[in-house]
């Protein structure tokens, strides 16, 4: 069952939650706090530094539409809730909320000031969502207002800051109360000694273990891999996603295929024993077990680099000759990847020409257990990312653009630097498309970033293409893995590209390159295969 954000049996439920963690809530509390200017300056708890605040505020939100008497009202609206024993407010924004004049008053905001909520994730939010009330005209400057009293006024009057949670992040009716201890736990809200949720928070926090001496971990959702780091854990088609809040919080989910999530409320100590049969595993240790979606990508086509250099042991040939863009339909017959305007009822024949004509037995092919592999985390990254409503566009152009950097990016920058720019020089002549536009300014070529649209790049980032298009990442390499969780793939072959530094390339990623390598015996091949044995894990 879908739950819109007024939802009211998500409401009911949370109060429910509420009122047995806390004791008495109060369902819309009145405050008898003025609205009016004149009124509130005129508090006799009010100090000067706050009025100045207050009145900055009120005068910027008249300026900014020029809608100068909005505030009607003698006394400010009900809260939504108030928690006697913790004094304080908890109130439930809905996305109108987010607005030009909300992110004005919030950015006036001192920043000592002491706040329930992210000022910076909210302002981020009013410039996501920007919406706009026009009935009546004046309803955005209103809310703006009602909203910064009820942020300013609760602690002049020996109150607990006010907490805010996002509506669309309290779609959970009577079926999923566990959501609500998980925003209960993010919220910066001093939970009663006893509390369940304060136990679990405190077991569930990693602000000193993580977020202050891990910081490249924090504020990414990672996907847990197996024990053997040979792939992600799966589990009847779902994985398990983590994210460190920046305050510490954990937040564990089950990501199943088809895009829901169901939280858990499990520590890293706690996923570390039951999913990867670790015994007393510590944080740091845990921390092995988590990496980017990206990261999968990685592993995944480093595999098939692996496999398809193994193919080409045990027999007669003179393996380096293989190793070069020729050989990529060879590849694709090796892996039975469809050929385009070849039907589907001739691709045995089609491969079997291919095989014939490299001097390979018919019955050569590469056990392709990758394809389901890369099916699932393009579909995670499409939920993510291209499929995410809540995601910024710069969001996921950037996915988009680390996609391409990953394949071909790599290949083309690292090969080009050996072999004279190659790639760089065709890539001059090609129209502009949206794969050519990245992969023009991951060369150069445009300096300066040239936007481009994401319409249908479903259709274009799909498993089934993505495997096979430019198959010369594979059939030349290199093998590579990034050398930590922060370094961008974009980012870093922009960088080289620019100095045209193989070296600085080189720091940043653990690099095996094999078309260069003249593996021209068996004997090579098969040394060089131990060495490449360790880039089919996460390294």
């Not at 805010?164 to 309290?170: N, Q």
């Not at 080189?506 to 098969?526: G, P």
Request: proline fraction near 3%.
């Amino acid at each position: 069952m879908a739950h819109h954000e007024s939802c009211k049996g998500c409401k009911k439920v949370f109060l429910r939650t509420l009122e047995k963690e806390f004791g008495e809530v109060i369902d819309q509390w009145r405050s008898g706090w003025p609205c009016r200017i004149k009124d509130v300056l005129s508090l006799e708890v009010m100090d000067k530094k706050t009025a100045r605040t207050i009145e900055k505020i009120f005068k910027n939100l008249q300026k900014h539409r020029g809608n100068k008497e909005f505030v009607r009202a003698k006394t400010l609206r009900p809260c939504d809730y108030y928690i006697k024993s913790m004094n304080c407010l908890i109130e439930i924004d809905e996305s109108q909320h987010f607005t030009a004049l909300r992110e004005i008053a919030l950015s006036l905001y001192p920043k000592e000031y002491d706040l329930g909520f992210d000022r910076k994730e909210w302002i981020n939010k009013c410039q996501d969502l920007d919406r706009q009330d026009n009935h009546p005209f004046d309803r955005d400057e209103k809310r703006a207002w009602y909203e910064t009293l009820r942020d300013i006024l609760p602690p002049l009057f020996g109150m607990n800051p006010t907490i805010r949670i996002f509506a669309r992040d309290l779609a959970a009716c009577a079926e999923r109360p566990e959501k609500i201890y998980e925003l209960l736990k993010s919220a910066k809200l001093k939970m009663p000694p006893n509390s369940i949720i304060r136990k679990e928070s405190k077991m569930n926090n990693y602000y000193k273990s993580i977020v202050k001496n891990q910081r490249e971990y924090f504020g990414k959702k990672l996907l847990l891999t197996n024990k053997n780091r040979d792939g992600l854990y799966r589990n009847n088609g779902s994985c398990i996603e983590v994210e460190i809040k920046s305050n510490g919080d954990l937040c564990a989910c089950k990501f199943e295929e088809n895009g829901k999530r169901e939280l858990l409320n499990d520590s890293l100590r706690k996923i570390g024993k039951d999913k990867l049969g670790l015994t007393d595993p510590s944080v740091k240790q845990m921390l092995r077990y988590l990496v980017l979606p990206e990261m999968e990508i990685e592993r995944i086509f480093n595999s098939l680099r692996y496999k398809y250099l193994s193919s080409l042991r045990n027999t007669d040939i003179q393996p380096n000759l293989y190793m070069t863009f020729l050989s990529n339909d060879l590849f694709k017959a090796l892996i039975r990847a469809p050929f385009r305007n070849v039907k589907k009822n001739d691709l045995n024949l089609k491969w079997k020409t291919i095989l014939e004509d490299e001097g390979f037995p018919l019955r050569s092919k590469i056990k392709n257990e990758e394809k389901d592999e890369l099916e699932f985390i393009i579909n995670y990254i499409r939920n993510e990312y291209f499929n995410n409503k809540n995601r910024k566009e710069k969001d996921k152009r950037k996915m988009y653009m680390e996609l391409l950097a990953i394949k071909p990016g790599f290949h083309e920058v690292y090969i080009d630097m050996k072999n004279g720019h190659g790639h760089r020089k065709w890539l001059k002549k090609e129209r502009d498309y949206r794969r050519t536009i990245v992969l023009k300014m991951i060369h150069n070529i445009y300096k300066n970033y040239k936007t481009f649209s994401l319409k249908n790049v479903n259709n274009e980032i799909k498993a089934s293409s993505y495997l096979t298009y430019a198959a010369c990442c594979i059939t030349e390499g290199p093998f590579v893995y990034r050398n930590k969780l922060s370094v961008s793939y974009y980012d870093e072959l922009k960088g080289a590209s620019l100095k045209n530094d193989l070296n600085g390339l080189e720091d940043s990623f653990i690099v095996l390159d094999y078309w260069d390598a003249n593996i021209n015996t068996q004997e090579k091949l098969d040394n060089f295969l131990r060495k490449a044995k360790k880039f089919t894990k996460f390294i």
